[in-house]
């Protein structure tokens, strides 16, 4: 028998050998000691949507580096017309300063949650959602825009083919990871602007007492959502 001291400064006695092994695997214990399980549930999803991601990136890569095809110039593809001249990638700039400003209001969010300053907190992340909204919104113009002029996921008027899935598919998927904040943003501020998480009320779909470490948790998602868009930012429109 082997001892440990427990959570509580109590020994606690473990069987040795793999009969130890077994008592640690089905004890009711929480496998990470320093984190809640919410903030550890919601590292192993962003890890898991890395390799998505990853997986995204590289199928593109491959793709543009392996066609024959000459790929679209990106400076010519994205460009705006504006003044009567073509200016390249000016909204893509436009999206990617907006996406990293709502990272920094989502840091002050999460930096004021902390201190229990409740209207605070909620003013930024309804703006935190407002900038994401108008990042999704700009989103949809670009698509529009392409969409008119003739992009398809099988075709596009400036060169190989594959364009186009591999843009509709990465800037697609990313799009809606920042529409899913946005909702869940105005979700989390309502709770912080009534005061639920003062009073830890309990949640609506669980019985669990509401905290301000769900803020922190939101940030978590937002700030690795702004990560993703700087990768693809520099992989699809600089390259």
Known sequence: MA???????????RPAGLRGVAADFSSDQRAFKTASWGK???????????FVF??????YMTARMSTPVPWPNPSEVFALHIG??????????????????????????????????RRTTAILMLLTAVLGACFVGMQAFEWTKLITEGVRPWENPWGAAQFGS???????????????G??????VARKVWR???????RGFFTSRKGRYEAVEIMGLYWHFVDLVWVFIFAFFYLW
């Open 3 to 13: 001892q440990t001291i427990g959570i509580h400064g109590e020994p606690d006695v």
């Open 40 to 50: 550890a549930m919601m590292w192993i999803f962003l890890l898991s949507d890395t």
């Open 54 to 59: 990853g997986c995204f990136l590289i199928a």
């Open 84 to 117: 009567g001249q073509d200016v390249p990638l000016i909204l893509i700039a436009i999206m990617t300063f907006v996406l990293i400003s709502s990272s920094g209001t989502m840091a002050m969010a999460v930096n004021f949650g902390y201190r229990r300053d």
């Open 166 to 180: 591999t843009f509709f598919m990465i800037t697609g998927f990313h799009g809606t990871h920042v529409t899913i």
């Open 182 to 187: 946005v909702i869940f943003l105005l979700i």
């Open 195 to 201: 005061g639920d998480f003062d009073q830890e009320r």
